[in-house]
């Protein structure tokens, strides 16, 4: 039978791969978003600074120096996750992620999908069809070229057989809709985590981003819970690890909200975990859900925080709350 030996937790924001020099790029797209959600309410920018100015962000966490160190924290604590990776070097990672109008679109958005074909495609936007701050972070979340990533046919089609029966009515394909790519959310770990190996994946999707078939909280921890009984019933005899891609706070910073959900991580509190305040978890945000469902999975290994690093960009406190962790 296989075995999970390793969870990942890691942020995987545009703004990880992005070279430091380009960071403003990041705060002037914030300036102009319309709709930044924080604690379940909507703000345009010019609100959000007023809403959040007696935090004295700026003060505490703009310039260059500062921006400079948190990008050294987060660039070691990658550098760890891909060093574990190699070092426990898994037969296989099931990747729990989410799609940002990728590979689903109107046409068809599934509240969680499996792929099981024999690969995967990356196909990078055509240059110039990004947003200048997406554009420089092409490398780690888009790739340069299409190029096709390995999966695990067998171990994909295991787990949509025993949630049928666990009672996931999950939706399950084999090809990508022609011209559509993988989501960032694998790129990023094919990018920068797996930088010494190459390991086969499964992926799966879960929409944390499009209303009205979000799976809640609790449906994700209780997923992540039958995803490991169906790893572990799968005769594969394989070593499996398990990741989440994505989170935790943004585009609007909620150190409140994060610390919840990592003393979760921590204290193996499925509880707390479940019960996090839907309204809360809107748009970037939304991606605290794969943590969730990995969270359910992996409940039998022990978590470490590799590390939390808050980057803010503005003085309205946009920006990413970047977390990195790992259970074994």
Same mark, same amino acid.
């Given at each position: ?5 390793? @969870? +990942? ?13 380009? =960071? ?26 007023? %809403? ?25 604590? +990658?550098?760890?996750?891909? $060093? ?8 296989? !990672? ?17 509240? *969680?999908?499996?792929?099981?074909? $024999? ?28 190029? =096709? ?29 022609? @011209?559509? &790519? ?48 169906? +790893? ?14 994505? @989170? ?13 959900? +990592? ?27 794969? =943590? ?12 470490? %925080? !590799?590390?939390?690093?808050? *980057? ?14 790992? =259970? &074994?």
């Amino acid at each position: 039978m296989a075995q999970i030996v390793l @969870g +990942i937790g890691t942020s995987h924001s545009p703004h990880l791969s992005t070279a430091l020099k380009f =960071w403003p790029l990041h705060a002037e797209r914030d300036r102009n978003n319309p709709d930044l959600r924080f604690r379940g309410v909507s703000y345009n920018y010019e609100q959000l600074v007023k %809403l959040r100015e007696s935090e004295h962000i700026a003060e505490r966490e703009l310039g260059d120096d500062r921006w400079r160190a948190k990008h050294e924290r987060a660039e070691r604590a +990658i550098e760890k996750l891909a $060093d574990t990776l190699a070092e426990v070097n898994p037969d296989v !990672v099931v990747i729990v992620g989410d799609d940002q109008e990728e590979m689903f679109l109107a046409d068809g958005m599934p509240a *969680i999908a499996v792929y099981w074909g $024999d690969a995967i495609e990356c196909i990078p936007p055509e240059f110039g069809t990004l947003p200048p701050s997406i554009e420089a972070s092409r490398a780690g979340n888009y790739g340069t070229k299409r190029e =096709w990533y390995p999966c695990v046919p067998d171990l994909g089609k295991h787990i949509i057989q025993k949630m049928m029966v666990d009672g996931f009515d999950v939706a399950q394909l084999t090809r990508q809709p022609e @011209g559509r &790519s993988v989501g960032h959310a694998f790129n990023f770990v094919w990018n920068r985590l797996m930088t010494h190996r190459v390991i086969p994946m499964v992926p799966i999707t879960l929409n944390t981003y499009y209303p009205p078939n979000q799976p809640t909280p609790a449906r994700c921890y209780s997923f992540g819970q039958a995803l490991r009984q169906a +790893i572990e019933s799968w005769d594969g005899n394989k070593r499996v690890a398990v990741l989440a891609s994505g @989170g935790l706070s943004h585009f609007a910073i909620d150190e409140e909200l994060d610390h919840r959900v +990592i003393d979760g991580l921590l204290e193996r509190d499925e509880k707390s975990l479940s019960t996090l305040p839907v309204e809360y978890l809107e748009t970037g945000s939304s991606e605290i859900r794969n =943590w969730v469902a990995v969270a359910g999975a992996v409940e039998h290994l022990k978590a470490e %925080l !590799v590390d939390y690093v808050p *980057i803010h960009r503005t003085p309205a406190g946009t920006g990413t709350g970047m977390t990195f962790a790992r =259970w &074994s």
